[in-house]
């Protein structure tokens, strides 16, 4: 009798191990830069609200602000043990102009070392600073030639995040309204000219999330 309720109790204990670990959270991992890092969120970076409505995937946040696409890559190459994981990379804003095709040379180098399709990308905002019409419209330009080059060669595994971020604008606030003008990201949704805030990456974690579940869903 002891002997059998003893095996009870182990059977037990085992299924109810299986289903705990079948139950913790999948990994992903984030390389990119500040806007990575989450620079101007006050703690909410899009990793960290990818977790939240995501209802528990972690992520890996691997964001360094100030480096370029050539040095994420140098640091994604080198970090082996990740690249088995769905991986996001948004590189390259830090040297969008550089004309050399370097942007899109380190992403498909980042891409090659994963060895699977379990990757996005995101596409390059532009600044408040480079509206369509002005001085700098050449910058927005280059940008939208970039992102369009990225979206041609990764199709639905790229992010094309600076348009979703725009059209996220107000209509009810004075600001929004110019900025959509301008087809900049909207004041309500950045900490200062570039940088988002809490508001703009829940956006950004939301397209990546709509974007995970869909990637995730033709397997």
Do not use: C
């Amino acid at each position: 009798m002891f002997t059998r309720f003893f095996k009870f109790l182990l059977y037990a204990s085992l299924l109810a191990g299986g289903a705990a670990a079948a139950q913790q959270p999948v990994e992903i991992v984030a390389w990119g830069d500040s806007l990575t890092q989450g620079t101007g969120g006050k703690g909410d970076s899009w990793p960290a609200w990818f977790t939240r409505l995501s209802d528990g995937i972690g992520v890996i946040s691997k964001g360094v602000g100030g480096q370029t696409s050539t040095q994420i890559k140098e640091r994604m190459l080198a970090d082996k043990e990740l690249h088995g994981k769905f991986t996001v990379i948004w590189a390259g804003r830090n040297n969008a102009f550089d004309q050399k095709g370097t942007v899109q040379a380190d992403i498909s180098e980042m891409v090659a070392a994963l060895g699977a399709d379990n990757y996005l990308i995101v596409g390059i905002p532009n600044s408040a600073k480079e509206p369509k019409d002005g001085p700098e419209r050449w910058k927005l330009s280059l940008i939208d030639e970039l992102n369009a080059n990225l979206k041609e060669t990764y199709g639905a595994r790229f992010v094309d995040i600076r348009p979703i971020l725009v059209e996220a604008y107000d209509p009810s606030q004075p600001p929004d309204v110019k900025d959509h003008a301008d087809n900049v990201v909207p004041s309500s949704l950045r900490s200062d000219a570039l940088h988002l805030n809490s508001a703009g990456y829940k956006v950004v974690a939301r397209a990546i999330l709509d974007a995970y579940q869909a990637a995730n869903q033709k397997k």
